[in-house]
């Protein structure tokens, strides 16, 4: 059984810590034969009487004394040095082009994709180096544009090849039998 100290009610819910009516921590108390099995050794609520206040009053208003005052001085305009910041060239439509153009010559001849992927590599690159024949300030990667376009035009010319000796072979198997 355990008892609430503030108003003195009983429980006997061994499960229950706290009174009901108050919140109180409950206490155990000895009943004779069962011994100190349920003693409770748990610390014991604190009340504080009053909130904590953490600017109480009393306290000083103005710093120490012993402190200096600090003075604050404008920085010259001219201590720092003015860098220039650099902007690099726009790079997309070049790497677009090139990515495409590896694209066509190595995943292009699953199911023919490269047909679509050799072209879109070959005006990519176009449009990107008249980007930079126009304005190579802004716009970048001249080298990467021309790998897109010589990829998509090899794969373009394999194709080509491609069809033109399976069209022979056909056309030959078809003469010979």
Excluded: H
């Amino acid at each position: 059984m355990k008892q609430c100290p503030r108003c003195g009610k009983t429980y006997t819910d061994a499960n229950l810590n706290f009174c009901l009516d108050d919140g109180e921590l409950l206490s155990v108390m000895s009943s004779p034969g069962v011994g100190d099995a349920f003693r409770d050794d748990s610390p014991p609520t604190v009340m504080l009487d009053e909130a904590r206040r953490t600017n109480p009053a009393g306290w000083p208003s103005q710093p120490l004394p012993s402190a200096p005052p600090v003075q604050w001085q404008a920085a010259p305009v001219n201590q720092f040095p003015q860098f220039q910041a650099t902007v690099s060239p726009n790079l997309t439509l070049a790497i677009v082009s090139l990515c495409l153009g590896i694209s066509s010559l190595t995943i292009g001849w699953c199911c023919y994709i490269g047909v679509l992927l050799g072209p879109a590599a070959m005006i990519t690159g176009f449009i990107a180096m008249s980007q930079n024949k126009k304005d190579p300030q802004r716009y970048g990667g001249r080298g990467m544009a021309i790998g897109g376009i010589a990829t998509g035009a090899v794969y373009l010319a394999l194709m080509v090849l491609f069809v033109i000796v399976y069209g022979a072979a056909i056309f030959l198997g078809s003469l010979s039998g």
